[in-house]
Antibody
Framework: QVQLVESGGGVVQPGRSLRLSCAAS????????MHWVRQAPGKGLEWVAI????????YYAESVKGRFTISRDNSENTFYLQMDSLRAEDTAVYYC????????????????WGQGTLVTVSS | EIVLTQSPGTLSLSPGERATLSCRAS???????LAWYQQKPGQAPRLLMY???SRATGIPDRFSGSGSGTDFTLTISRLEPEDFAVYYC???????FGQGTKVESK
């Protein structure tokens, strides 16, 4: 079955870095755009970044632009979120999600989602 | 940029009651471009409805969607205990979500 599994979350000090991973299985990973979405404690959903199926395009939310980098390895069916210069306001559960369309140039629906990994930025 | 505004923020209802959730877009959009997501406590969100009125895989038919232009509605005909959750709307081709409506048990 289609599955996404995040890893890499944890507690990190402000200004430090962390890399999240999302391992995909059960579908042709290289055909789908992939997303990171986060949710701060008690808050709503905030889209973070997208990477196109072939890795040629990447887009970021303004709140993370210049600090976060999304990447993927289609040979490993995994994509990543490198988070640098972390701030307290980056504290959230980070979800990875698959776009619903194949070979798409844009944003569609998000389905399925991973279970999430918690990132806590605190001194 | 199109902004989605959901109302009410919280809906307090009893099992068996009908729930009506609203999602309003700041400008007119095609009804085929709206989706709803459900997030149960402690769980990841999941796609609930798409194209305004199509149910995602495994979603029971007590869930229905409607609307056009700027006003869209998610209706749960008779609330089951597992339906108490937060619901978010989102547009196709946009990455922003509405702020969510929490459906809680009265």
């Amino acid at each position: 079955q289609v599955q996404l599994v995040e890893s890499g979350g944890g507690v990190v000090q402000p200004g430090r870095s962390l890399r999240l991973s999302c391992a995909a299985s059960g579908f042709t990973f290289s055909s789908y755009n992939m997303h990171w979405v986060r949710q701060a404690p008690g808050k709503g959903l905030e889209w973070v970044a997208i990477i196109w199926y072939d890795g040629t395009k990447k887009y970021y939310a303004e709140s993370v632009k210049g600090r976060f980098t999304i990447s993927r390895d289609n040979s490993e069916n995994t994509f990543y979120l490198q988070m640098d210069s972390l701030r307290a306001e980056d504290t959230a559960v980070y979800y990875c999600a698959r776009d619903t369309r194949t070979l798409a140039k844009g944003v569609g629906w998000f389905d399925p989602w991973g279970q999430g990994t918690l990132v806590t930025v605190s001194s | 940029e199109i902004v989605l505004t959901q109302s009410p923020g919280t809906l307090s209802l009893s099992p068996g009651e009908r729930a009506t959730l609203s999602c309003r877009a700041s400008q007119s959009v095609s009804s085929s471009n709206l989706a709803w997501y459900q997030q149960k406590p402690g769980q990841a969100p999941r796609l609930l409805m798409y194209g305004a009125s199509s149910r995602a895989t495994g979603i029971p038919d007590r869930f229905s969607g409607s609307g056009s232009g700027t006003d869209f509605t998610l209706t749960i005909s008779r609330l089951e205990p597992e339906d108490f959750a937060v619901y978010y709307c989102k547009l196709f081709s946009y990455w922003t979500f509405g702020q969510g409506t929490k459906v809680e048990s009265k």
